[in-house]
């Protein structure tokens, strides 16, 4: 079983960056399916990107090209970097880890994208 926090998280101009990080507690971390979800006000949670054990990654059509997601099996961290910021990127972001035994979400980090 893991425990997530996410953080990292905060107020951007459009076009600015941020990463966002999940540390994972708890154990065999590098097994699971790792993704970030969002959730704007009103709306229904969207899965913005995951990453494999393998490594291997996908992404809402909404970010691509401008987030990557990644992860440091040896830190127990996955990270979400976001690029060309835009107001619609607004929202709270959740860490998610999925394996056929057990998931789990975080807290979530409030990301606002000003315009």
């Known amino acids: 079983q893991v425990q997530l926090a996410e953080s990292g998280g905060g107020l951007v101009q459009a076009g600015g960056s941020l990463r966002l990080s999940c540390a994972a507690s708890g154990s065999r971390f590098s097994i699971y399916d790792m993704e970030w979800y969002r959730q704007a006000p009103g709306k229904e949670r969207e899965r913005v990107a995951l990453?494999?054990?393998?490594?291997?990654?996908n992404y809402a059509e909404s970010v691509k090209g401008r987030f990557t997601i990644s992860r440091d099996n040896a830190k127990n961290t996955v990270y979400l970097q976001m690029n060309t910021l835009k107001p619609e990127d607004t929202g709270v972001y959740y860490c998610?880890?999925?394996?056929?035994?057990?998931?789990?979400w975080g807290q979530g980090t409030q990301v606002t994208v000003s315009s």
């Open positions: 998610y880890a999925y394996s056929y035994y057990y998931n789990n």
């Open positions: 990453i494999t054990p393998g490594g291997s990654t």
